[in-house]
């Protein structure tokens, strides 16, 4: 793979599986050959702690972008693929960055001497659309949206498109929306359904595919955050696992126009 492919996994909705789906994509990936850097934008660290990544004796994506560290000084290798770990120290980054010229292009231009040496960057996001959000999108080539069957899940996502067609328009000229992916989800409840439903029409109305796959409502995923290993080391067979290696099939075969695109 010649040209390195940066994903921002955002929604400004809370729990809507954005850290799952990083962390999922990033071992799926890994796992058919792919280089991959998980990049932790998330104050929260959950992402961090979930790899059992180390958030406070080694330098972290705070001090990235506070230009205190380079890349190379922050990035640790785990098992399938390498992170940049946060800690809650981001959260000041917030504020800190508000004031200085150019604060939207400082994740892009940090990691750009590093960017080479990836097929894949995935960008973990806070649950806001703030300073940090807006970093992730000028660095990212593409945003997957994740969010659930609910109400107030899915018609925050015009917000959420709102604020990338800005970037689009001011910072990024070349992000685009991959899709929308249904997490959480479980197919037998009618509201689901009709969630579902509501979902393709904002998706439609905003020109975004609704991913075919859905990943399905499972306590595998806290079982595989509380052991700090990945979701295909501990739990393969899972039906949470089989959806994710469906979903990176999907989007990997419309990536190359294959029959699900």
């Not at 058919?32 to 850097?37: A, H, T």
């Not at 960055?97 to 994740?107: D, F, I, Y």
Request: hydrophobic share 40%.
């Amino acid at each position: 793979m010649g040209t390195t492919i940066a994903i921002a996994i955002a929604n400004q909705k809370g729990g809507v599986a954005k850290t799952t789906t990083v962390g999922a994509m990033a071992a799926a990936l890994s796992q058919r050959g792919y280089k991959v850097l998980a990049v932790d934008l998330d104050p929260q660290g959950n992402l961090s702690d979930a790899t059992g990544a180390e958030c406070f004796k080694l330098p972290t994506s705070y001090e990235l972008l506070k230009k205190v560290s380079k890349a190379h000084e922050v990035i640790q290798s785990l098992e399938k693929f390498d992170i940049i770990p946060a800690n809650i120290m981001l959260a000041g980054a917030e504020q800190e960055l508000m004031a200085q010229t150019g604060r939207e292009h400082r994740l892009r231009e940090t990691l750009e001497p590093i960017k080479d040496k990836y097929d894949y960057i995935l960008i973990d996001t806070p649950p806001s659309l703030g300073v940090l959000t807006i970093n992730s999108l000028v660095c990212a080539d593409e945003v997957i949206i994740p969010t659930t069957a609910g109400i107030f899940s899915a018609n925050g996502i015009k917000q959420l498109a709102d604020t990338i067609n800005n970037v689009r328009e001011y910072c990024n000229s070349q992000l685009k929306i991959s899709g929308i992916l249904l997490t959480k989800y479980n197919p037998r409840t009618t509201i689901s359904q009709a969630i579902k439903e509501l979902t393709a029409s904002i998706g439609n109305y905003i020109q975004v595919i609704i991913f075919n796959t859905y990943i399905r409502h499972s306590v595998v995923v806290e079982e595989v955050q509380a052991k700090k290993v990945d979701l295909f080391s501990w739990k393969k067979k899972s039906t949470v696992a089989e959806d994710y290696t469906k979903f990176v099939d999907e989007y990997l075969s419309r990536k190359n126009g294959g029959e699900n695109a």
